[in-house]
């Protein structure tokens, strides 16, 4: 038995860069904070590096400092969509580069 919850034993599960792209987008924000050093592990491991700027730019967004209007410095938030669309496209099954 694991001491992992059933979620991140999804991101551990994952047979390939596809299925951990997809996680990644479907996994509440929640998670993403709670759990960020075995999931920044986990995708370690398993070399995704998109995967890895991915969550970086998740994490910065969610600690950023906001502004007035509520929203994280305008070159965190477009770094953070940046990455999100490279992970939608390996999502998707587009080009993976290292896939595993």
């Known amino acids: 038995m694991t001491s992992m919850l059933p979620i991140i034993e999804d991101l551990a599960d994952a047979p390939d860069h596809k299925a951990r792209a997809r996680w990644l987008l479907e996994v509440p924000l929640a998670v993403i904070i709670r759990d960020q050093v075995i999931i920044h592990r986990l995708l370690s491991a398993a070399g995704f590096h998109e995967g890895l700027a991915y969550f970086a730019a998740e994490i910065a967004a969610l600690s950023a ?3 007035r209007d509520g929203l994280a410095p305008s070159t965190i938030r477009m770094t953070r969509e940046h990455a999100r669309i490279g992970i939608q496209v390996i999502a998707r099954g587009g080009a993976e ?3 595993a």
């Open 65 to 67: 400092r906001r502004a």
């Open 97 to 99: 580069k290292g896939a």
